[in-house]
């Protein structure tokens, strides 16, 4: 469908604009990165989304605010419509009697005024009869709307121990899972795993659920979406007791991409659940891109239950774990092509130029494995780099400069750069600036003599004495060590 309104295009970018603003960039991207202007016309704006989900949770909490946003840019804007993508329909004439049916404002509630939402208070308002009538519609009671919470999402077969490939950068990880995938006694409550994207945490969980899952236990395993999701379906179709009773009767719950957990009160009954779990001897593993500490949407008392277990990283593989990967994936893809090779030094080339995760590894063999098949021709080192010039070129290192560091440690400290430059030497400046040495020294290919003369022209052994203090302090304080680890990911990004 095409935007049918000249400038539409515009608008959206800038309602999108404030937006981020109004909310920041973690609840802008949980909920409105994926979001696609469709149509502008005749005072309606239609949004298409990819999720059911993400249609109801716009409608119900940021509706009202996105035509407020809207009429800013455009007067007559008085309804927006959401449409799911995979839902969407060649739009056909309508009758009198077959409307589209729009959101209406009073049908939703305002974000509050710092861009946060509380949910569950719309969900509530729901009267007994509009329960009632939805789940007749459905044709199920409130007892089989909550048994279905135990389906759980679909686990890949393929994600399993066996084509989970161990190495050192996720060996603590690897231990932690099949100690409780053996059912034999943990005492560690919830297991927190945390990892960027495409190393391993999805495949570590979905190994655990289905390895416990033949031994007859119950077993949930969930993302954070599907959570939210069924919370508020519980609220609404009036089960909301029932939902919770039956969280509380599973063995082992997963909960994946813990940094998309929102809302005040989902995150509460998340909290009761998991305290309920771990108080009657039940296990709770937990996934997301970072440590609690820093998943900032999160409630206080979420973060603290969750930081009191095993808080484990899995961090990007080396060259060694790099090459084990390819290989096991090799020997994968043998069993259904027997007739497909990739010379040694072309898995060497491939360990070697994408480093970034595991799943990038799987994509490189991958375009060598449709190469081969569709031209016939051997995988050799040529058409491998041919082939991989891209997914090489995009995993090269991004270039670190001092201005860059100065900017995010400055802002990470609240100092000045001018602070970092001057001959101060209060403790809230030195230690910034010691840590901002040190990251220049490590990360960029600088000189000792010119990291000194870019921070106030000091002296290359003062800055020598700034790298060994911060690594004599990121030995023994683990918080700062991960403080300094944040940092590099920031300037990584």
């Not at 959101?103 to 569950?120: E, M, Q, Y």
């Not at 007749?136 to 121990?161: C, I, N, W």
């Not at 508020?232 to 063995?251: C, E, G, Y």
């Not at 901002?436 to 990291?451: N, W």
Request: one cysteine or more; proline letters at 3%.
């Amino acid at each position: 469908m095409q935007v049918q309104e000249t400038g539409g295009s515009d608008h959206w970018n800038r309602v999108k604009k404030s937006l981020k603003a109004e909310l920041g960039d973690d609840v802008f991207s949980s909920w409105f990165a994926r979001v696609d202007l469709e149509e502008h016309a005749e005072g309606t704006v239609r949004l298409s989304v990819p999720t059911r989900f993400l249609k109801q949770w716009i409608q119900s909490h940021y509706n009202e605010r996105l035509i407020g946003l809207w009429q800013r840019e455009c007067e007559n804007v008085h309804r927006i419509e959401l449409t799911v993508r995979g839902a969407i329909r060649p739009r056909q004439p309508q009758s009198t009697s077959q409307k589209p049916k729009l959101v209406s404002p009073s049908a939703s509630k305002p974000a509050l005024s710092d861009g946060r939402s509380d949910i569950g208070v719309d969900a509530n308002r729901v009267t007994a009869a509009q329960a009632a009538t939805a789940a007749v519609g459905r044709g199920e009671s409130a007892a089989e709307s909550a048994r279905d919470v135990l389906q759980g999402a679909s686990l890949d077969p393929k994600y399993t121990f066996e084509t989970f490939v161990e190495g050192d950068s996720n060996m603590l990880a690897v231990a932690a899972a099949r100690q409780i995938a053996s059912g034999g006694s943990v005492t560690f409550n919830p297991l927190f795993l945390h990892a960027s994207v495409g190393l391993g945490k999805t495949h570590l969980m979905q190994a655990v659920a289905a390895k416990v899952r033949t031994s007859g236990r119950k077993v949930l395993y969930l993302t954070a979406e599907h959570f939210m999701y069924r919370f508020v379906s519980a609220l609404k179709a009036q089960s909301a007791l029932a939902f919770k009773d039956t969280l509380r009767t599973i063995d082992l719950l997963l909960i994946d991409d813990m940094q998309f957990l929102h809302g005040k009160q989902v995150q509460q009954e998340f909290c009761h659940t998991l305290n309920s779990l771990i108080d009657g001897a039940r296990q709770v593993i937990v996934a997301a891109d970072r440590a609690p500490s820093e998943l900032d949407s999160l409630d206080d008392r979420v973060r603290s239950r969750l930081s009191g277990g095993l808080v484990v990283g899995i961090h990007e593989p080396d060259f060694a774990l790099r090459r084990n990967i390819l290989s096991s994936r090799v020997a994968l893809a043998q069993a259904n092509y027997p007739n497909f090779a990739v010379p040694e030094e072309v898995l060497d080339y491939i360990a070697r130029h994408v480093a970034s995760s595991g799943r990038d590894l799987e994509g490189a063999l991958n375009r060598l494995i449709a190469h081969n098949q569709l031209t016939n021709q051997p995988i050799t080192q040529d058409m491998a780099e041919l082939t991989l010039r891209d997914l090489v070129r995009s995993s090269e290192p991004r270039r670190v400069k001092i201005e860059d560091i100065q900017r995010i440690v400055s802002k990470h400290y609240n100092v000045t750069k001018a602070d970092l430059l001057s001959a101060r030497r209060t403790r809230t400046i030195v230690r910034p600036r010691q840590i901002a040495m040190y990251l220049a020294k490590v990360m960029t290919p600088r000189s000792l003599p010119e990291i000194g003369r870019r921070f106030g022209n000091r002296d290359h052994t003062t800055v020598l004495h700034a790298v060994r203090k911060v690594e004599e302090l990121a030995r023994a304080d683990y918080a700062l060590a991960q403080e300094i680890e944040l940092l590099k990911r920031m300037l990584d990004a």
